[in-house]
């Protein structure tokens, strides 16, 4: 994966992007391409935290790459073999990542998002029915279903997990962008369908670059779902060519451990 872009805030964000904490925070973008036409991962650091708790509701993430793979033996990284030529590697905060030990497809390798749901029909209705997505997969034994938005891209995929949901502290949400003109619409269908809206319509601003407008929803689970007007997001997801030295200076300069540690304190434990 590589850093597309680099960004620090002084403070909390109003649509709560690093979660439900009002400080310093930053967050990185990295994927295997452009966020034009590739899935990518916005990895959000909050300073004055040290550790989350883990839930059930982010399952994972399925991708086909044989260096992938190759690398975690290189380096030595834990690999569990969960089914023939697919493995498991677990991230350093806990999130887990699903290797295909197959040649790495020139679009993009990310094949899928897995999110834990309560009830498979109600998610499935919900993101299918009300978000529009198509179901490309429906699993009833397995208690799966595989969906998307077109078939050349990442999929997102349910999976039940016998029983409620918990989402833990950290926090994350699923992101889309779609014409700027049907912000107001997604909106009012929620609304009209008496369905939870995290955040209404706002515009958010990133020092420097463009203003984005966003709706935040949040389905049967509580899984927070982003809409992005897609013209000014264009404009703020251009790949940063200075990206990964800015993300190189932010962490040089980073003396949160060491100010605690010279205070005799602990970071919090979100």
């Not at 909050?46 to 708790?53: A, C, D, M, V």
């Not at 806990?94 to 197959?102: A, H, P, R, T």
């Not at 404009?235 to 040089?252: C, Q, R, T, Y």
């Amino acid at each position: 994966l590589k850093v597309l872009r680099h960004e620090e805030f002084e403070e909390g964000c109003k649509a709560s992007c690093n979660g439900p904490y009002d400080g310093k925070w930053s967050k990185t973008m990295v994927g295997y391409g452009p966020e034009d036409n590739h899935f990518v991962a916005e990895l959000t650091y909050n300073y004055g935290i040290g550790e989350y708790r883990l839930g059930n509701d982010f399952l994972g993430i399925t991708l086909v790459s044989r260096q992938a793979v190759s690398n975690a033996r290189k380096m030595g990284w834990p690999l569990k073999e969960v089914t023939s030529g697919v493995f498991e590697a677990e991230a350093p905060g806990g999130y887990k990542f699903y290797l295909e030990d197959k040649e790495q497809p020139k679009q993009d390798p990310v094949l899928k998002v897995t999110l834990g749901v309560s009830n498979l029909q109600k998610s499935v209705s919900y993101w299918s029915g009300l978000l529009g997505m198509k179901i490309y997969e429906k699993d009833e034994e397995k208690q799966r279903a595989l969906l998307g938005y077109a078939d050349n891209q990442c999929k997102l995929e349910l999976k039940a997990v016998g029983g409620a949901v918990d989402h833990g502290t950290a926090f994350g949400r699923i992101a889309f962008s779609c014409a700027k003109e049907e912000l107001p619409n997604i909106e009012a269908l929620m609304k009209k369908e008496n369905q939870k809206i995290l955040t209404p319509l706002v515009s958010l601003d990133t020092p420097g670059k463009a203003t984005v407008q966003v709706v935040i929803l949040a389905d049967p689970d509580g899984h927070e779902i982003c809409f992005v007007g897609d013209e000014a997001f264009r404009e703020l997801s251009k790949v940063d060519p200075n990206g990964d030295k800015l993300l190189d200076d932010a962490m040089a300069a980073d003396k949160s451990d060491k100010w605690f540690a010279e205070h005799n304190r602990k970071k919090v434990s979100a």
